[in-house]
């Protein structure tokens, strides 16, 4: 199903071809092509406004993830039973607080679609509150981007790399 | 798709759009008791042929003006009162002119004005892009009172600031100069008064068609690719095309006070115009 991507900020420059051809990759390897996926761009004010809103965190940050499955298990693929709620959520990036992280000798596009990675998996009911739970998930970061890489030749990492 | 976004409180419109000229308040006596209508047309045949007979006041033909002028125009104390207006009107708007001349489009983009109409035209590498947009119609309409007052009050003290966005249509022509691509863009809803929670795209393209270059004239033959329910990979490749070509969310956002600040000019000369007219022998 569709992979919509819009832009709504004007602070960084941005294309959306390569992040799209990547997340595509994503999206299979985890097989859940088959489910719409939005990701949004955001400056460092508007995902601060939200992450205040939804996380109570007046800061700007990286990456927020909206699921349309709230309560599934890590790994858990939906089982929708209307065409409608083949939806998996959204993915806001602040491609602005990203950018400001991204190190001189790191690929800006890598770091978007390690960053898209991390949310998809949001979305698919992994998180990383507890060591076990961040365990789950680095596992199948790291998994999906190495995949990715064999596929593209990039060298990726994951974003939950080190959070315990 | 943007679930979250649909739930939130959307952020109201500062104020209408619509209130910029408010019209001036006829006294009670001029409704009632018309101003003398002297006409310099002598309506002496129409008297004479048609049926039932008329009022002689309004056929006998009249002297000079009764506004003093001495002339034969018709100025009535309407007309006087509107005159008086529109140069308070006139005063008023361009005390709140943000810019006295057009504001520059960063990028190297020349423009050409012709009217309501703009062209920003920029060449690179051998590929000439033209954008052009017109500014009539161009400023969206808002939220009525009844909505802004309840959104506390607010708009009292403070005018609304309108914002032009107009559709615009992107022409590139390659340097074999054949065909152009044409490529209409529309500003999002979403983006009129609405400072936070917007769901859509700054602009969006809309459709996209080939015409030979140099060709004015639209021909219904042509194909015409319309976006609405186009693959998103070859939509996002437009939007990375165009992106390329110096068209993105800034350029939108300068296009955009580039064509306030036409309309606010074109609007100022209108009333001048108005203001003119309505003088006029």
């Given at each position: 199903m569709s992979l919509v991507i819009r832009n709504l900020q004007r602070t960084i420059p941005i294309r959306r071809v390569p992040l799209r051809r990547n997340v595509e990759i994503v999206r299979n390897i985890l097989g859940v092509e088959k489910f719409d996926l939005g990701i949004i761009f955001l400056d460092n004010k508007n995902i601060q406004h939200i992450n205040r809103i939804y996380r109570k965190k007046?800061?700007?940050?990286?990456?927020?993830?909206?699921?349309?499955?709230?309560?599934?298990?890590?790994?858990?693929?939906?089982?929708?039973?209307?065409?409608?709620?083949?939806?998996?959520?959204?993915?806001?990036?602040?491609?602005?607080?990203?950018?400001?992280?991204?190190?001189?000798?790191?690929?800006?596009?890598?770091?978007?679609?390690?960053?898209?990675?991390?949310?998809?998996?949001?979305?698919?009911?992994?998180?990383?509150?507890?060591?076990?739970?961040?365990?789950?998930?680095?596992?199948?970061?790291?998994?999906?981007?190495?995949?990715?890489?064999?596929?593209?030749?990039?060298?990726?990492?994951?974003?939950?790399?080190?959070?315990? | 798709m943007f679930s979250v976004l649909r739930g939130l409180p959307r952020a109201l419109g500062s104020a209408a759009a619509g209130l910029r000229v408010s019209a001036p308040a006829p006294t009670l006596r001029q409704l009632l008791q018309p101003a003398p209508r002297p006409s310099l047309r002598p309506f002496g045949l129409l008297s004479v042929s048609a049926g039932p007979p008329r009022r002689p006041g309004l056929l006998q033909p009249t002297g000079p003006c009764a506004c003093g002028c001495g002339l034969g125009a018709l100025h009535t104390e309407g007309d006087k009162a509107f005159v008086e207006f529109l140069t308070d009107e006139i005063k008023e708007e361009k005390k709140i002119q943000k810019h006295k001349s057009l504001p520059k489009m960063s990028g190297g983009w020349e423009l050409e004005v012709d009217g309501t109409e703009a062209k920003l035209v920029r060449k690179v590498a051998g590929e000439k892009i033209t954008v052009t947009f017109n500014i009539n119609n161009s400023i969206p309409p808002t939220l009525d009172i009844e909505e802004q007052s309840s959104e506390g009050q607010k708009g009292e003290e403070q005018e609304p600031e309108l914002t032009s966005t107009p559709n615009f249509v992107v022409e590139v022509t390659k340097s074999d100069g054949k065909k152009t691509l044409v490529l209409d863009c529309h500003y999002s809803e979403d983006e009129v008064g609405e400072e936070e929670e917007a769901e859509s795209d700054i602009f969006s393209i809309k459709e996209v068609s080939f015409q030979a270059t140099g060709e004015s004239e639209w021909k219904d033959t042509n194909y015409t690719l319309n976006t609405d329910s186009l693959d998103w990979a070859l939509y996002d490749h437009l939007m990375d095309f165009l992106a390329d070509r110096g068209i993105d969310n800034t350029f939108a956002d300068e296009l955009v006070e580039l064509s306030t600040a036409l309309e606010h000019q074109e609007y100022i000369t209108f009333l001048e115009d108005l203001k003119s007219f309505i003088k006029s022998q």
């Amino acid at each position: 199903m569709s992979l919509v991507i819009r832009n709504l900020q004007r602070t960084i420059p941005i294309r959306r071809v390569p992040l799209r051809r990547n997340v595509e990759i994503v999206r299979n390897i985890l097989g859940v092509e088959k489910f719409d996926l939005g990701i949004i761009f955001l400056d460092n004010k508007n995902i601060q406004h939200i992450n205040r809103i939804y996380r109570k965190k007046n800061i700007p940050t990286d990456v927020l993830s909206f699921p349309f499955y709230e309560n599934l298990k890590a790994g858990e693929v939906p089982q929708p039973s209307f065409p409608d709620d083949y939806n998996l959520g959204d993915i806001f990036l602040g491609v602005e607080y990203i950018f400001q992280q991204c190190k001189e000798n790191e690929d800006y596009y890598d770091i978007l679609t390690v960053t898209a990675t991390h949310g998809l998996c949001h979305l698919l009911g992994f998180t990383h509150n507890s060591e076990a739970e961040w365990h789950k998930m680095y596992h199948q970061e790291k998994q999906v981007l190495e995949e990715l890489s064999q596929r593209t030749g990039a060298q990726l990492q994951p974003l939950s790399r080190g959070l315990f | 798709m943007f679930s979250v976004l649909r739930g939130l409180p959307r952020a109201l419109g500062s104020a209408a759009a619509g209130l910029r000229v408010s019209a001036p308040a006829p006294t009670l006596r001029q409704l009632l008791q018309p101003a003398p209508r002297p006409s310099l047309r002598p309506f002496g045949l129409l008297s004479v042929s048609a049926g039932p007979p008329r009022r002689p006041g309004l056929l006998q033909p009249t002297g000079p003006c009764a506004c003093g002028c001495g002339l034969g125009a018709l100025h009535t104390e309407g007309d006087k009162a509107f005159v008086e207006f529109l140069t308070d009107e006139i005063k008023e708007e361009k005390k709140i002119q943000k810019h006295k001349s057009l504001p520059k489009m960063s990028g190297g983009w020349e423009l050409e004005v012709d009217g309501t109409e703009a062209k920003l035209v920029r060449k690179v590498a051998g590929e000439k892009i033209t954008v052009t947009f017109n500014i009539n119609n161009s400023i969206p309409p808002t939220l009525d009172i009844e909505e802004q007052s309840s959104e506390g009050q607010k708009g009292e003290e403070q005018e609304p600031e309108l914002t032009s966005t107009p559709n615009f249509v992107v022409e590139v022509t390659k340097s074999d100069g054949k065909k152009t691509l044409v490529l209409d863009c529309h500003y999002s809803e979403d983006e009129v008064g609405e400072e936070e929670e917007a769901e859509s795209d700054i602009f969006s393209i809309k459709e996209v068609s080939f015409q030979a270059t140099g060709e004015s004239e639209w021909k219904d033959t042509n194909y015409t690719l319309n976006t609405d329910s186009l693959d998103w990979a070859l939509y996002d490749h437009l939007m990375d095309f165009l992106a390329d070509r110096g068209i993105d969310n800034t350029f939108a956002d300068e296009l955009v006070e580039l064509s306030t600040a036409l309309e606010h000019q074109e609007y100022i000369t209108f009333l001048e115009d108005l203001k003119s007219f309505i003088k006029s022998q």
